[in-house]
């Protein structure tokens, strides 16, 4: 067996490579090197060798710059995502998004106080039906309470009612009922329409109703309709809530904006408690009766 060495490259190349005694090198030189000097200073021929700049070297820069291309335009988006979110999330805590009508608040900022001109009383026929502003229905009788004046319906005036106490007293002076009431609406913004009037008027009066606690309002109809031939839009919802004191928990009510006269407008309102629905249907019954005039 020959000794180690540099020998001609017995793989028909120019140059020698080493033999080891056991197996060639990898490298080659076009001299030799003496017999007694292996390649690589002592390095292992059989030892790959890591040359600087190699393919490792070459695959992890143009990943290193492929990153720095791309992170600028990524955390942009991760940032307007998040914003996008926010948003969402606050509008849906506003009532603005969602099928559910306005969150559980009550927000009166916008609508008018009650004045002394919402008690206000135009004569009106008495022929057995109830007006108020340019709007009547049927009188109901018992157990339904005779027409009396109710000033705390929200941009109205000349408004008449009739109720039934549901629960007396559930605070001290204070019952619930249920009602239904006529009266003029005061022209102003928003009043262009029965629709256009709507949204205002469903918040106010829950606001002017249900004061400070929550209520989360949930719109079951909406839609246009026509009163006596007269232009009118109709909402019915559900009222949730906790007052205290008070076994209902909710109830259902109907709004009617009806266009009376050029830019006047009247209402036609109705609560039904929960806990008296079976006076629901006569609620309903009223808004093919209503009439304009008088």
Not at 73 to 86: K, M, Q
Not at 90 to 102: H, I, T
Not at 252 to 262: E, K
Request: net charge negative; proline share 8%; charged share 20%.
């Amino acid at each position: 067996m020959a000794e180690a060495g540099w020998y001609p490259d017995p793989a028909g190349g120019e140059g020698y490579r080493y033999w080891d005694g056991d197996r060639w090198s990898a490298q080659t030189q076009l001299r030799p090197g003496g017999t007694s000097a292996a390649p690589g200073a002592g390095h292992d021929p059989s030892t790959p060798i890591v040359v600087k700049g190699s393919s490792d070297d070459d695959e992890d820069e143009p990943r290193a710059g492929l990153w720095s291309q791309v992170k600028g335009p990524v955390v942009i988006i991760a940032i307007v995502l998040v914003t996008i979110i926010a948003l969402i999330w606050a509008l849906m805590q506003l009532g603005v998004l969602g099928n559910r009508g306005p969150g559980p608040s009550n927000p009166t900022e916008f609508c008018p106080a009650v004045t002394d001109g919402n008690y206000s009383v135009d004569p009106h026929p008495r022929d057995g039906r109830v007006y108020g502003g340019e709007l009547s229905y049927p009188q109901l009788g018992a157990p339904w309470s005779a027409p009396t004046v109710d000033g705390r319906v929200p941009f109205g005036r000349d408004v008449q009612t009739q109720t039934i106490t549901i629960e007396q007293n559930y605070r001290p002076g204070q019952n619930w009922v249920a009602s239904v009431l006529v009266g003029e609406l005061i022209d102003g913004d928003g009043f262009q329409s029965p629709e256009a009037g709507m949204d205002m008027v469903a918040r106010c009066i829950v606001g002017a109703f249900y004061g400070d606690s929550p209520v989360q309002r949930e719109d079951v109809t909406r839609r246009p309709m026509v009163v006596d031939g007269r232009e009118a839009f109709m909402l019915e919802m559900h009222l949730s809530f906790d007052v205290r004191g008070l076994q209902a928990k909710g109830e259902t009510a109907i709004i009617i904006i009806v266009n009376t006269s050029g830019s006047k407008n009247s209402i036609y309102y109705a609560s039904i408690p929960d806990n008296a629905q079976q006076y629901l249907p006569t609620a309903r019954d009223l808004v093919n009766q209503l009439r304009v005039g008088g």
